[in-house]
């Protein structure tokens, strides 16, 4: 748990580094831009009235500049509900006014968050003439989530970024880091940002300026940037009938070692591949058309610094004797990684070994209540290696709340009582997320087993975990949602 946080903490500070201050005013207009951007909206019940008010204020700041028209951009909402909903087709609102009065409109559904489910009825609705889809302009996906889904999400969307679209993601809640960076178009620095609800004006304009480098019309572009490559795309031009394409491209300082390749008219993507790290290279896309002319277009890309791994590790599913180990990123050039552990104080280590194409694992048969020193260790295929270590407590025998249960104490008002957990807790800490209004914090002595929650509207779903606290860490905790009677 302490590893978790002091590396949160890190990546906090790393995220808050060089943010722009919140812009003000209007904008100026943005023309020359074509392309399909969809907000993926969480609208489940996990999202407060007041956040969910604050992304949509979010939403139109961010579009708010753009030309929108069937020549320019188009935009539409996808809900994250129990079943994923569209707002309103891409082709719908064409001018700034009546798609500001229709996000304003946007009511929320409530309901489970099934972001998997979400993405894939967005892979259908991207390509889709019924929902004024064009199929020859660039793709934008901006995900605003609160960090939390109940089915997963890698697959569908893997398959959304295999068919060419740009993901953007913003966590306003604690997301997993590993598994939204993962999701989100890489490099994570440019395509993913952790921050709160209330903060979202701060990064408006870096992220606007990213949606830009992708659909800027009629221009060569790359996107998904590595150490060893990237993907280029370009608009469509040409058909398999009407001509092919030469794509010619060289580091900056070394033009000779110029490389071609040829791609048919159906295409708008390729991804070049091992690359140098760090290399700036000239690009160039010559269409071969056999009815009109079409100028090349030229681009400069420069490949990102080597990646090296291990660079976080995170322990998770802390239990009294196991824990769950992760790390990122994995690369090719790793073949294998060594997980050390101990307990502290104390100098027994043990070893687990894991192939390189792995980034997690499991540690077992562990003493409760303890604290371990966990040392993660890539061996590279060079033969270098690199470490990086944390600390991970597992928790004491029988540390879970038990029988979390609800009585009516009136208008607004719960009792919320729960069973003891075992061990020598030190105390309870009772979390109120309510669906309007703010979230609550109450921290209880070890012999209080009951708590009042007040101020719960009428008709909402509200959500109510209590968690033990030992020495170490925190216990299991045991959540409910409740729903308290209309008036």
Same mark, same amino acid.
Request: proline share 6%.
């Given at each position: 748990?302490?590893?978790?946080?002091?590396?949160?903490?890190?990546?906090?500070?790393?995220?808050?580094?060089?943010?722009?201050?919140?812009?003000?005013?209007?904008?100026?207009?943005?023309?020359?831009?074509?392309?399909?951007?969809?907000?993926?909206?969480?609208?489940?019940?996990?999202?407060?009235?007041?956040?969910?008010?604050?992304?949509?204020?979010?939403?139109?700041?961010?579009?708010?500049?753009?030309? @929108?028209?069937?020549?320019?951009?188009?935009?539409?909402?996808?809900?994250?509900? +129990?079943?994923?909903?569209?707002?309103?087709?891409? %082709?719908?609102?064409?001018?700034?006014?009546? #798609?500001?009065?229709?996000?304003?409109?946007?009511?929320?559904?409530?309901?489970?968050?099934? +972001?998997?489910?979400?993405?894939?009825?967005?892979?259908?609705?991207? @390509?889709?003439?019924?929902?004024?889809?064009?199929?020859?302009?660039?793709?934008?996906?901006?995900? &605003?989530?609160?960090?939390?889904?109940?089915?997963?999400?890698?697959?569908?969307?893997?398959?959304?970024?295999?068919?060419?679209?740009?993901? @953007?993601?913003?966590?306003?809640?604690?997301?997993?880091?590993?598994?939204?960076?993962?999701?989100?178009?890489?490099?994570?620095?440019?395509?993913?940002?952790?921050?709160?609800?209330?903060?979202?004006?701060?990064?408006?304009?870096?992220?606007?300026?990213?949606?830009?480098?992708?659909?800027?019309?009629?221009?060569?572009?790359?996107?998904?940037? +590595?150490?060893?490559?990237?993907?280029?795309?370009?608009?469509?031009?040409?058909?398999?009938?009407?001509?092919?394409?030469?794509?010619?491209?060289?580091?900056?300082? %070394?033009?000779?070692?110029?490389?071609?390749?040829?791609?048919?008219?159906?295409?708008?993507?390729?991804? #070049?591949?091992?690359?140098?790290?760090?290399?700036?290279?000239?690009?160039?896309?010559?269409?071969?058309?056999?009815?009109?002319?079409?100028?090349?277009?030229?681009?400069?890309?420069?490949?990102?610094?080597?990646?090296?791994?291990?660079?976080?590790?995170?322990?998770?599913?802390?239990?009294?004797?196991?824990?769950? &180990?992760?790390?990122?990123?994995?690369?090719?050039?790793?073949?294998?990684?060594?997980?050390?552990?101990?307990?502290?104080?104390?100098?027994?280590?043990?070893?687990?070994?894991?192939?390189?194409?792995?980034?997690?694992?499991?540690?077992?048969?562990?003493?409760?209540?303890?604290?371990?020193?966990?040392?993660?260790?890539?061996?590279?295929?060079?033969?270098?290696?690199?470490?990086?270590?944390?600390?991970?407590?597992?928790?004491?025998?029988?540390?879970?709340?038990?029988?979390?249960?609800?009585?009516?104490?009136?208008?607004?008002?719960?009792?919320?009582?729960?069973?003891?957990?075992?061990?020598?807790?030190?105390?309870?800490?009772?979390?109120?997320?309510?669906?309007?209004?703010?979230?609550?914090?109450?921290?209880?002595?070890?012999?209080?087993?009951?708590?009042? #929650?007040?101020?719960?509207?009428?008709?909402?779903?509200?959500?109510?975990?209590?968690?033990?606290?030992?020495?170490?860490?925190?216990?299991?905790?045991?959540?409910?949602?409740?729903?308290?009677?209309?008036?």
């Amino acid at each position: 748990m302490l590893a978790e946080t002091v590396l949160s903490l890190g990546l906090w500070l790393q995220f808050a580094v060089g943010q722009n201050t919140p812009e003000r005013g209007p904008q100026p207009s943005i023309s020359n831009s074509e392309g399909d951007l969809l907000f993926l909206l969480d609208s489940s019940g996990s999202v407060s009235y007041y956040e969910f008010s604050r992304v949509k204020a979010f939403m139109w700041d961010l579009v708010q500049p753009f030309t @929108f028209g069937p020549k320019d951009v188009q935009t539409s909402i996808i809900h994250i509900s +129990t079943t994923p909903t569209m707002e309103f087709p891409f %082709d719908q609102y064409l001018s700034s006014g009546t #798609l500001q009065q229709a996000i304003r409109d946007t009511q929320q559904l409530m309901g489970d968050t099934n +972001t998997g489910k979400a993405l894939s009825y967005a892979k259908e609705k991207f @390509f889709s003439d019924e929902a004024g889809a064009r199929p020859d302009v660039p793709k934008v996906l901006v995900w &605003v989530t609160d960090g939390f889904s109940t089915d997963d999400i890698s697959e569908p969307m893997q398959l959304l970024k295999d068919m060419g679209v740009t993901v @953007f993601i913003v966590s306003t809640g604690r997301g997993n880091y590993l598994e939204l960076s993962a999701a989100a178009s890489q490099p994570p620095e440019k395509h993913l940002h952790f921050v709160d609800v209330d903060d979202l004006p701060i990064i408006t304009k870096e992220l606007r300026d990213a949606i830009l480098d992708v659909i800027q019309a009629n221009r060569l572009h790359a996107v998904d940037i +590595t150490s060893s490559g990237f993907r280029l795309m370009w608009p469509k031009l040409l058909s398999q009938e009407t001509g092919y394409y030469t794509l010619e491209y060289a580091p900056t300082d %070394d033009l000779a070692r110029k490389r071609t390749n040829q791609v048919s008219g159906a295409h708008t993507s390729l991804v #070049l591949s091992n690359l140098a790290p760090e290399t700036t290279y000239e690009v160039a896309l010559i269409p071969e058309s056999n009815v009109h002319y079409f100028p090349p277009q030229t681009t400069r890309v420069t490949t990102l610094a080597e990646e090296i791994s291990p660079v976080q590790v995170l322990i998770s599913e802390s239990g009294p004797h196991s824990f769950h &180990v992760s790390w990122a990123p994995t690369l090719d050039s790793v073949i294998g990684y060594q997980i050390l552990y101990g307990p502290l104080p104390g100098n027994s280590v043990k070893l687990l070994e894991v192939d390189g194409k792995h980034n997690s694992t499991v540690v077992e048969n562990l003493a409760p209540n303890t604290t371990y020193l966990v040392t993660v260790t890539a061996i590279y295929k060079s033969g270098k290696e690199k470490s990086l270590s944390a600390k991970a407590c597992t928790q004491e025998e029988g540390s879970k709340v038990r029988h979390l249960r609800f009585e009516d104490m009136g208008p607004n008002t719960l009792k919320a009582s729960w069973d003891s957990a075992d061990g020598k807790v030190l105390g309870y800490r009772v979390r109120c997320r309510r669906q309007t209004g703010p979230s609550s914090v109450i921290s209880v002595s070890p012999q209080i087993h009951s708590v009042l #929650l007040t101020d719960l509207a009428s008709g909402t779903t509200n959500k109510v975990c209590v968690k033990p606290m030992y020495k170490n860490q925190p216990g299991k905790g045991l959540c409910r949602m409740v729903h308290m009677q209309p008036a």
